[in-house]
């Protein structure tokens, strides 16, 4: 059921994505490192609920406050000539992958169960 | 409480539907404007791409200086060409103008002077005296002469026919008493060859009982030859 609300959540960003028109390319380095940071919320998201321990409100809250956090720090390294914004890709580019690998062990052993459960009913 | 984990449900289920729109349009955006940046805008270049298109530019930059340099060289080859020429065109007509003046193809303008010569009723001017007349005229540096407002060019002819009246100009032209005869020339020298006594044209006339009335003046006018200088059988000696 709530695949259905993501599905549609997603058409619908699809649509407003084509109806809003591009923006300014200073800007653009701000919105990349929002959408890097929200991705990592996202995958963070799905691995804490294949953990059990989903709860709405951290989700909602990493998913924003990261982003801008991100924003921020990545406004200040340029005022003081520093690429934070690395930083911050790294570490969030590196929580992605730690989630995406709880992620993959999660739907690995759920394969290796399945066919456990076939071999043994056969 | 079913109610309320129902109500917990929808509201989460919002939630997540309303952030992955959220982030799905974001990446769009994103996707949209790093694209069209990449197309037409310099700043989104690397550092190395940027390095190679300004070598190319350069290599364009001096590629354009030295077509300009040598387009200009042919200019300026050109306008010395052309200069040349304009020289030359310039030269050609000088000549041509003193060519026309010297054929009598120009109105010419000068001092020297006026001959009137009358028949009386005891004699008549003949073709012969004319033809005196304009000789010596000439030997005393006479540059244009004119009978009777008809021009004499060098290729003209003073003829009588049939005894009875002068023509000039292959027969175009009919002559009649009186003869106005006007030459451009040094009038005291004119004057002077005309008046030589006894063996000048004046005295020679006179004592034929002719009249001649010899006038100098400060300026004359020649009007141009009016027919056309034609050569059927005259061609230049290679």
């Known amino acids: ?63 924003f406050v990261n982003s801008i956090l991100a924003i921020l720090l990545t406004y200040l390294g340029q005022k003081l000539n520093v690429d934070i914004y690395l930083a911050a890709i790294i570490v969030f580019v590196g929580r992605m992958f730690n989630n995406l690998g709880i992620i993959r062990r999660y739907y690995l052993e759920k394969i290796d169960i399945k066919s456990d459960n076939k071999t043994t009913k056969d | 409480m079913k109610t309320k984990t129902d109500k917990n449900k929808i509201v989460l289920r919002v939630t997540i539907a309303f952030i992955s729109t959220l982030l799905v349009s974001t990446i769009l955006i994103q996707f949209k404007s790093v694209d069209e940046y990449r197309k037409s805008n310099i700043e989104s270049l690397r550092e190395d791409e940027l390095k190679t298109q300004v070598a190319t530019y ?102 009588t026919i049939n005894d009875t009246f002068i023509v000039m100009n292959g027969g175009s032209i009919r002559l009649d008493s009186p003869y106005e005869i006007k030459a451009i020339g040094d009038r005291k020298y004119l004057t002077s060859t005309l008046n030589m006594k006894n063996s000048g044209f004046v005295d020679l006339m006179k004592s034929s009982n002719l009249e001649i009335l010899v006038k100098e003046s400060e300026s004359i006018t020649i009007n141009k030859y009016n027919g056309s200088i034609k050569n059927e059988y005259i061609k230049e000696d290679e």
Do not use: H, W
């Open chain 1, 1 to 63: 059921m709530t695949l259905i609300y993501i599905i549609v959540g997603c058409l619908l960003g699809v649509g407003i994505g084509f109806l809003i028109p591009t923006i300014p390319y200073s800007v653009s380095n701000y919105l990349a490192i929002a959408i890097v940071a929200s991705l990592d919320s996202v995958f963070g998201g799905i691995a804490s609920n294949i953990k059990k321990v989903f709860d709405i409100k951290v989700f909602i809250s990493g998913f």
């Open chain 2, 58 to 159: 350069k290599s364009k930059y001096e590629e354009a200086q030295e077509q300009l340099q040598s387009n200009q060289n042919k200019i300026d080859e050109y306008k010395n060409t052309a200069d040349e020429n304009a020289k030359s065109s310039e030269l050609i007509e000088e000549e041509l103008a003193q060519s026309n003046d010297l054929l009598g193809l120009t109105d010419v303008k000068g001092e020297g002077v006026i001959l009137t010569l009358i028949d009386t009723d005891e004699n008549r001017y003949t073709s012969e005296n004319i033809r005196t007349l304009i000789n010596e005229l000439k030997y005393a540096g006479a540059e244009a002469i004119s009978i009777n407002g008809n021009r004499v060019i060098n290729l003209a002819d003073i003829v």
